[in-house]
């Protein structure tokens, strides 16, 4: 019985590897002009700054917002984060800040935030998020904030206006 026991283990053991998972972004669907944010109701692309959506776990619905400052309070509610499968945002180095494109949607998990810019989202303060450690330096050199990691943004950081 011990033994059995064991070796129906072994998959869970991998299943908690460092290794990183490929996302696939194929799951991002595309924002049109008549979305609405899933957090503030508020329509997605009449404002500026990097968006965000949410790949849930039933696969029925997946969540757009206006801002990834209103991802990250949504997805990072206990009742919603284990539910969330993927996150994304929009890379705001290779994009522009006035209309993002959904080409530029990455993984959020691996993204690098700039929190505390001067630049400003549809919700007040943006948390700017980039594909590149460089890319997201050189963007709070120019316009302020402190780079983050994915791991670094917590509800309590988003409470805190900068």
């Known amino acids: 019985m ?3 026991l064991c070796l129906l283990m072994i998959p869970l053991l991998f299943a908690c590897s460092d290794k990183p998972v490929a996302v696939n ?3 991002v669907s595309p924002l049109t002009e008549h979305d609405r944010c899933h957090l503030c109701g508020m329509m997605i692309t009449k404002y500026p700054g990097p968006k965000g959506q949410v790949v849930m ?5 997946n969540p757009k917002f206006c801002s990834s400052r209103d991802m990250f309070n949504f ?3 206990p009742e919603n984060k284990r539910q969330v499968t993927a996150l994304f945002v929009h890379d705001a180095g290779v994009t522009e800040w ?3 494109q959904d080409s530029a949607f990455i993984d959020a998990k691996r993204a690098y935030y700039v929190y505390g810019t001067s ?3 549809v919700m007040g303060p943006a948390v700017a998020p980039f594909s590149s450690l460089e890319a997201a330096e050189a963007f709070a ?3 302020g904030g402190q780079v983050l990691s994915f ?3 917590s509800l309590d950081l988003l409470a805190v206006k900068p």
Do not use: C, H, W
């Open 151 to 153: 791991d670094d943004i």
């Open 75 to 77: 997805a990072l509610q």
């Open 98 to 100: 006035e209309q993002p």
């Open 57 to 61: 776990d039933s696969g029925e619905y």
């Open 25 to 27: 972004t194929n799951a």
């Open 119 to 121: 630049r400003k989202a």
């Open 141 to 143: 050199n120019q316009y």
């Open 2 to 4: 011990k033994k059995r």
